[in-house]
């Protein structure tokens, strides 16, 4: 392949991206730039046969809300292995999807990108010797496993972003609809990357970032009879012991109670970063409760707004981070990227990048 024969193949899949992102038909693309381009000539630039003037491409890049570096970028990474996953599509359109994968793909290039940049490029190497997954008891001797391989112990894991990426994961925030919790992936087989909706309260990001990080470590591991909701079952099954040992609670607790009030409860909300809900469930399987207290909480939650209101308070702290923005500050102070390169990978206005850049 040519030079200029790459130029078009990357422009014609940046461009399709980018009007996905933007839920645009070509139509609707075409009206969005007053005609200056025909629907036709837009079909053609995503075929990869014609290549647009550099006027238009910055007509283009307005429109579609991009940067004109992003046509020009590279296709360095393969995305077709990563799985996007949406456990909750009922009421989340195919146009919503497309875009936020897009979304998704672009944030992790510049994050990856991002990374070579200063040599911190390194492929994930833990591996959990866990044989075939077949029930909730594998995932959860498989969750004491991490802890102890992890030096987590019992305690609660006190910033679960900042965890995973010590040992290796990407972790990414988007805005993205109600519908969508998260989902994982690998990229080149090598990087691992998990997605989070950063809309969702702290209790729910949690549970849904070590929901995935099961998903990265066992979904070769599962027996091939699982159907794809037990499957998600026994990653929940990973996530709630992650957070909260069984062991742990019923130590707290006791081993059976007839009743156990929210008061009680909110502590260990507070303190491991884990939902009433998920305590509940939890106590309900370690059979701590009995299925008709189990039920009726549910019930109670579901008629009684004020009950509700109160079992649904996020308490648990959680310090924000975001490793992709030092590093992309990192390659700015070492001068090995520009201001306007930061703010291309950061995806913010130049003045924006340059006022938060303070040498010390």
């Not at 990563?82 to 909750?88: C, D, G, I, K």
């Not at 995932?139 to 019992?154: P, S």
Request: net charge neutral; charged share 30%.
């Amino acid at each position: 392949m040519t030079q200029m024969e790459q130029a078009y193949e990357i422009f014609a899949a940046r461009l399709k991206a980018a009007r996905i992102k933007e839920k645009l038909s070509l139509e609707a693309l075409a009206t969005g730039l007053d005609g200056v381009v025909s629907k036709q000539t837009l079909s053609r630039y995503e075929k990869g046969i014609m290549f647009p003037s550099s006027s238009i491409l910055i007509k283009l890049a307005r429109v579609l809300k991009v940067n004109v570096e992003y046509f020009l970028r590279p296709l360095n990474y393969d995305f077709s292995s990563m799985e996007f996953s949406f456990r909750r599509k009922r009421s989340i359109s195919v146009k919503e999807i497309d875009s936020l994968k897009v979304k998704i793909t672009d944030e992790i290039e510049r994050y990856l990108e991002a990374e070579s940049l200063i040599g911190e490029l390194k492929p994930f190497d833990y591996r959990v010797e866990s044989g075939i997954i077949t029930t909730p008891e594998d995932m959860i001797n498989n969750a004491k496993k991490v802890r102890k391989d992890w030096n987590l112990g019992e305690d609660p894991i006190s910033n679960i972003p900042i965890m995973l990426e010590e040992h290796g994961i990407k972790v990414i925030m988007v805005d993205a609809p109600a519908e969508f919790d998260g989902l994982s992936g690998t990229i080149d087989e090598k990087f691992p990357v998990i997605v989070l909706n950063k809309n969702k309260n702290v209790e729910r990001r949690r549970l849904t970032a070590l929901h995935e990080l099961a998903h990265i470590l066992f979904n070769k591991s599962f027996d091939s009879g699982l159907s794809e909701h037990q499957k998600e079952n026994l990653c929940n099954e990973f996530s709630s012991e992650m957070l909260l040992s069984g062991d742990f609670l019923v130590k707290v607790l006791g081993e059976k109670r007839k009743e156990i009030s929210v008061p009680e409860l909110q502590p260990i909300q507070q303190n491991f970063g884990i939902s009433i809900d998920a305590i509940v469930v939890k106590a309900y399987k370690l059979e701590m409760i009995s299925e008709s207290r189990f039920r009726g909480y549910f019930i109670r939650k579901n008629t009684n707004s004020k009950y509700k209101e109160l079992v649904e308070k996020s308490l648990f702290s959680e310090i924000p981070t975001n490793r992709f923005q030092t590093i992309v500050y990192k390659a700015l102070a070492q001068g090995l990227i520009t201001t306007s390169k930061a703010a291309y990978l950061l995806n913010k206005p130049v003045n924006e990048v340059s006022e938060s850049f303070n040498l010390v």
